[in-house]
């Protein structure tokens, strides 16, 4: 699958980019324009920015994956 479709079938997710240079970025993709996929991403304390990368500047584009479900550690019995 290309960039370009990975983008497309993820809009509105969250996901992990992976940058020629080695970087990484993470966020809500929110669209595609001009070569370049926009995303939400946290700054600090209550702030979000976005941002734009161009195709060409990323390797890869990753969803983030599924939190696991807990694990119930032990068993309650009732006191009766």
């Not at 370009?4 to 992976?18: H, L, R």
């Not at 600090?44 to 983030?64: S, V």
Request: hydrophobic letters at 35%; glycine letters at 8%.
């Amino acid at each position: 699958m290309s960039l370009q479709q990975k983008a497309y079938a993820w809009i509105g997710s969250p996901v992990g980019v992976s940058l020629m240079d080695g970087t990484g970025v993470s966020g809500i993709l929110c669209s595609i324009q001009n070569g370049s996929i926009y995303m939400i991403e946290y700054l600090y304390h209550t702030q979000f920015a976005t941002k734009h990368y161009a195709f060409n500047q990323i390797r890869d584009i990753l969803p983030f994956p599924q939190c696991p479900q807990p694990q119930l550690l032990y068993q309650t019995k009732p006191l009766y």
